[in-house]
């Protein structure tokens, strides 16, 4: 994650706010809110702003990846790109059991708990994949994300805070 922040900040963030990259990095899949808080950190954006823009980044792709994901992995898989979507839906298959064991507060602990492979992208994935009823995912997603956030602003504004503060 820190050679992509470092990729990002020296080429297209050079040219934008500090505010729209934190917001971009959280829009981006497996980096998401963790990397978005850690560069907000870096970056000296007060807590308050760093999570806003980072939760703003991280929520806008949930309704096309709940509405649209399955639309576009046919697409991808009928053009020479089963590869991916196969990788795609391995990634949701390998969650399926822990998810519907605990259902609602499994996939919010699946986004909210922030660990490499999960977060909202991921969950989003796995409810649109699973034929998740789409009101409760989002809402499930949705509280993954404010408890996602609350965990990476300890870490990035605590203990990274403390390191390079």
Not at 81 to 103: D, H, S, T
Request: aromatic share 12%.
């Amino acid at each position: 994650m820190n050679s992509f922040l470092t990729w990002f900040m020296s080429t297209i963030g050079q040219h934008i706010s500090p505010r729209i990259s934190v917001m971009l990095v959280s829009m981006v899949p497996l980096v998401e809110e963790r990397g978005g808080l850690v560069l907000a950190s870096l970056l000296k954006i007060p807590l308050w702003e760093g999570v806003f823009w980072c939760v703003l980044g991280n929520i806008i792709p949930i309704p096309f990846i709940l509405f649209f994901i399955k639309k576009l992995l046919h697409w991808m898989a009928d053009h020479h790109m089963a590869k991916i979507v196969n990788w795609c839906e391995a990634k949701a298959e390998k969650n399926r059991k822990k998810i519907e064991k605990y259902g609602f507060w499994g996939l919010a602990l699946f986004v909210g708990i922030p660990l490499p492979g999960t977060g909202a992208w991921t969950g989003s994935l796995a409810a649109a994949l699973f034929d998740m009823d789409l009101k409760k995912a989002s809402i499930s997603i949705l509280i993954g994300v404010a408890l996602a956030a609350f965990i990476m602003s300890v870490i990035s504004y605590g203990a990274l805070g403390a390191l390079f503060g």
